[in-house]
């Protein structure tokens, strides 16, 4: 059975950064798309970043862009997700999660399996 697993999280001042990683086991990430996803206390979660696996194109919601930069090392079976000039709007759990469909060119999350279980990041002064 595979399983993703989160990493990097913490509780950081404003204006700080993080790195996240996303690490597979059981199965592999570079023929799929992967994605990040964060949920805040009492809202939906969504989307953040995507990274596809064909062309390595990288996509980001609003909130983040200029921000936070998605990468992966498929020597390493693992995405990250570096983040910088943090907001306590950025606080939440962060998820990862792998597309169902080889070569996806997106992270729409319907299509997304193999869930982490997240890791928690608080923006704080």
């Known amino acids: 059975q595979g399983q993703l697993v989160e990493s990097g999280g913490g509780l950081v001042q404003p204006g700080e950064s993080l790195r996240l990683s996303c690490t597979a086991s059981?199965?592999?990430?570079?023929?799929?798309?992967v994605g990040w996803f964060r949920q805040a206390p009492g809202k939906a979660r969504e989307r953040v970043s995507c990274?596809?696996?064909?062309?390595?194109?990288?996509d980001y919601e609003d909130p983040v862009k200029g921000r936070f930069t998605i990468s992966r090392d498929n020597t390493k079976n693992t995405v990250y997700l570096q983040m910088s000039s943090l907001r306590p709007e950025d606080s939440g759990t962060y998820y990862c999660?792998?597309?169902?469909?080889?070569?996806?060119?997106?992270?729409?999350?319907?299509?997304?399996?193999?869930w982490g279980k997240g890791t928690l990041v608080t923006v704080s002064s």
């Open positions: 999660a792998r597309s169902r469909i080889k070569y996806a060119n997106n992270c729409d999350e319907m299509n997304m399996e193999y």
């Open positions: 059981g199965f592999t990430l570079d023929d799929r798309a």
């Open positions: 990274i596809t696996s064909l062309d390595i194109r990288t």
